[in-house]
């Protein structure tokens, strides 16, 4: 039988992504099990938390799920400074969604956090008749990036639990068992924190 966790992992975690990817609902779809074909717009952002138990540790996510629109992006730093993971979503059916992803990743790619864990998603795997983007494409960006690649459906359900899952095992494996993603310490504590904590 499998022993209850013994760690507790604190995770900061924000979905990035244009307006309309289903960030929104990729989240309500996770937490309450959820979907709705007339999701309300993110309006700035919106938080969540949940928690996941993994046989190695139990992660509590704190979710920022932010509004996407250009007219925000200012904020943006706000949700993703401190974030232990970061999910970019696009929308399979729109090519200009994919360059937008793209150009999140470029942008947190700069923040130079070598121990984020990213995700890229390609949601709305449901539209596959109207798909623009391919996915070999965007596994061979993932990849080039540091990030994994999972295609999700927040309407059928395909790969959410899947999708935090996989987050939460990244953590695991490369958090300290204290509170990760929060910047509750000075940058000179965090370095050497890093330092310490996150051998193989
Ligand atoms: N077909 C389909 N529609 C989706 C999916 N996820 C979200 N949507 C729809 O896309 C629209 C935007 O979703 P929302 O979660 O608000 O996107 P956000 O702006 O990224 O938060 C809404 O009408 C959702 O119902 C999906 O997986 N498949
Ligand atoms: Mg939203």
Redesign the pocket.
Known sequence: MARPANRIINAKLVLL??????????V?RFIKGQ????????IGAAFFTQILSLSEATVKFDIW?T??QERYHSLAPMYYRGAAAAVV?Y?ISSMDTFVRAKKWVEELQRQGNTNLVMALVA?????DPKREVQNEDAEQFAQENGMFFIE?????ARNINNLFFEIAKRLARTLPPRTAGINLSSEKEEKRRKRFCCIG
């Open positions: 992504g244009d307006m309309g990817t289903g960030k929104t609902s990729l309500l979907f709705f074909d007339n999701q309300e717009p993110t799920d509004a996407g979503v929308d949601n709305k795997s449901d539209l999700t459906s927040a309407k059928t």
